[in-house]
């Protein structure tokens, strides 16, 4: 990334607001990575384009309504269709919003929809410590297009940050309807304007004539840190990690291939509740082959809805007697951003085990069976934070 480009002082504050008013209006930071939301029809297909998005907003009135926060831009350059973004964009995403962190009281990060969940679970384990909002949107069709998503996206966004900040304080989607948890969140749709679902937990708000936040779902406001400003980022993407879908046809060859080193961790998606073909012993001795290593193999379910519980059928099992563990009702998404994350801590393959199982940020609910209360409390969980079963 090639540095800022920030709009300071482009006009945001409306002249017609008495300065009483100014005070008490919320004062975010847009960080704006690309995506279709600011893309220009070129010849080559659609692209986004330098400065065109904010040139954009500056002519749409709502964006200046006083009831919105005061905004302020800063630019990837160059702006990415979001199928390039990866961890090396994720933290300048992270680095931007930790140094801009006391100055504004929450963020809008503006992304390409296509892997947008991919960064809004990479930035919920990143931003350690976070006690701001920090929202992420995007839009099936650009503004520039007279039938768009991205103005209510944008605006809805805005004024969640603006009315909510105070209490806000994780990482969320807000896209179409909803406000989600943003690891709780998978692309589902390439045509429908409701492209994002929360499968496995109800989303934190919906966006509707009114925007009402179910505040029982919302992880429980952090202390801000009295070192105004701190903020902790861990940098991700330094471990090998890899994600493999089960299908029957399977060779165990081929997932040998992926287990090989230098893989430390693998989010394996497997049918139903966790399962995959346990019959084959080629299968089970790679498996087998590979836990030994220390590689930590996480079971996710394909399906969208349910969790991967390894214990309840004896496929699911004989994964557990390999050295599979539980992944429950993660996104794949999610695992992969949680895996590259604890293996970026250092951590031991038996701890990353142990703590894949946990809820973190609100990743995943453990099933009550398994004895959650053996959880394990890292040194930045505050007490506060709630249970780890209840999202947290
Ligand atoms: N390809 C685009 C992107 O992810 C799609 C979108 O923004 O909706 O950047």
């Given at each position: 990334m090639r540095g800022d480009r920030r709009a300071l002082g482009?006009?945001?504050?409306?002249?017609?607001?008495s300065s009483a008013a100014v005070t008490e209006r919320a004062k975010i930071l847009i960080v704006y990575t690309g995506g279709t939301i600011g893309m220009r029809k070129a010849p080559e297909g659609y692209k986004p384009q330098k400065g065109h998005l904010q040139a954009l907003l500056a002519t749409i009135p709502y964006f200046e309504d006083p009831t919105l926060p005061r905004y302020e831009i800063v630019e990837f350059d160059?702006?990415?269709?979001?199928?390039?973004?990866?961890p090396r964009h994720w933290l300048w995403v992270a680095d931007t919003i930790r140094r801009n962190y006391a100055t504004y009281d929450g963020f809008l990060v503006i992304h390409g929809t296509d892997t947008l969940s991919y960064t809004a679970s990479a930035l919920s384990f990143m931003l350690e410590d976070l006690a701001k909002p920090v929202v992420l949107t995007g839009s099936q069709v650009p503004l520039a297009e007279t039938r768009n998503d991205a103005q209510h996206n944008l605006l809805a966004a805005m004024q969640v940050l603006g009315r909510h900040h105070e209490r806000l304080t994780e990482v969320m989607v807000c896209f179409a309807s909803h406000l989600f948890r943003g690891n709780r969140t998978t692309k589902v749709s390439v045509g429908s304007f409701d492209a994002f679902a929360s499968p496995n937990f109800p989303p934190l708000g919906r966006i509707g004539i009114d925007i009402v936040i179910d505040w029982q779902r919302t992880l429980p406001a952090r202390a801000r840190?009295?070192?105004?400003?701190m903020l902790e980022v861990v940098e991700l993407g330094n471990a090998t990690v890899g994600v493999f879908r089960v299908f029957p046809g399977l060779k165990p060859k081929l997932l040998e291939a992926v287990l090989a080193p230098p893989v430390q961790g693998v989010v394996l998606e497997c049918f139903g509740a966790g399962n995959a073909p346990t019959a084959d012993p080629g299968f089970m001795e790679v498996l087998r082959e590979a836990t030994g290593r220390g590689v930590v193999i996480v079971a996710v379910t394909q399906p969208h809805r349910g969790s991967a519980n390894l214990s309840l059928y004896a496929t699911g099992r004989a994964l557990l007697d390999v050295g599979v563990v539980s992944g429950y009702d993660m996104t794949t998404e999610a695992a992969a951003a949680k895996l590259f994350y604890l293996f970026e801590k250092g951590f031991t393959p038996t701890r990353v085990k142990r703590l894949v199982q946990q809820s973190l940020v609100g990743e995943l609910t453990v099933p009550s069976r398994t004895g959650e209360g053996s959880a394990e409390v890292l040194p930045w969980q505050a007490a506060d934070r709630g249970s780890p079963n209840t999202g947290r």
């Open positions: 482009s006009g945001r504050v409306h002249p017609d607001v160059p702006l990415l269709d979001s199928a390039n973004i990866g840190r009295p070192d105004v400003g």
